[in-house]
T-cell receptor, first 115, second 109 residues
Framework: GAVVSQHPSRVICKSGTSVKIECRSL??????MFWYRQFPKQSLMLMAT?????????EQGVEKDKFLINHASLTLSTLTVTSAHPEDSSFYIC???????????FGSGTRLTVV | SQQGEEDPQALSIQEGENATMNCSYK?????LQWYRQNSGRGLVHLIL?????REKHSGRLRVTLDTSKKSSSLLITASRAADTASYFC?????????FGAGTILRVKS
């Protein structure tokens, strides 16, 4: 079946540094990928829609300069959290939709802890 | 808020019992989907029901959709301990998923 691979699964970084999270579609091409954020015991909130070869579309309230998204190929999207602060600590999840599958396929998520 | 609502927020049942979760959404949709999330993991797609469908079955899952009330329900029959997880509904309109708040299901063996 369709698989989305997300790395790293966990990362701890110091305040002020940047962290890159990768999301790869392993057996299908994804012109569009989605990035979500999830706080403990809460639901997923869409942060941005990543479009291959063009700029990402950000949801209201999400800082474009803080959460940089690059979708340079049909199988890879990256989310870079720049100048991370403790309040950026969260669970970040990506997803994509294989054409032949009805639902969306999600990565396994990245637990980011900023200390 | 972009989120829909789900109830109950938490549900604890015995193995073998049925579990019912309800979901409401806010805007018009193309379809509604249900996902499962084990603690600290990604989401797994369970079932999709289109806006012109009223009921759908998949194994032990039964989903209903009432577009006039903007609501959906997920029934898991003959629950197992392995069904313990969080369950989210997600409404899709305009190629974007909007998730409900989720229901935490605990099945006791």
């Amino acid at each position: 079946g369709a698989v989305v691979s997300q790395h790293p699964s966990r990362v701890i970084c110091k305040s002020g540094t940047s962290v890159k999270i990768e999301c790869r579609s392993l057996d299908f091409q994804a012109t569009t990928m989605f990035w979500y954020r999830q706080f403990p015991k809460q639901s997923l909130m869409l942060m941005a829609t990543s479009n291959e070869g063009s700029k990402a579309t950000y949801e209201q309230g999400v800082e474009k300069d803080k959460f940089l998204i690059n979708h340079a190929s049909l199988t890879l999207s990256t989310l870079t959290v720049t100048s991370a602060h403790p309040e950026d600590s969260s669970f970040y999840i990506c997803s994509a939709r294989p054409v032949s599958v009805y639902g969306y396929t999600f990565g396994s998520g990245t637990r980011l802890t900023v200390v | 808020s972009q989120q829909g609502e789900e109830d109950p927020q938490a549900l604890s049942i015995q193995e073998g019992e049925n579990a019912t979760m309800n979901c409401s959404y806010k805007t018009s949709i193309n379809n509604l989907q249900w996902y499962r999330q084990n603690s600290g993991r990604g989401l797994v797609h369970l079932i999709l029901i289109r806006s012109n469908e009223r009921e759908k079955h998949s194994g032990r899952l039964r989903v209903t959709l009432d577009t006039s009330k903007k609501s959906s329900s997920l029934l898991i029959t003959a629950s197992r301990a392995a069904d313990t997880a969080s369950y989210f509904c997600a409404s899709e309109g305009g190629n974007k998923l909007v998730f409900g708040a989720g229901t935490i299901l605990r099945v006791k063996s």
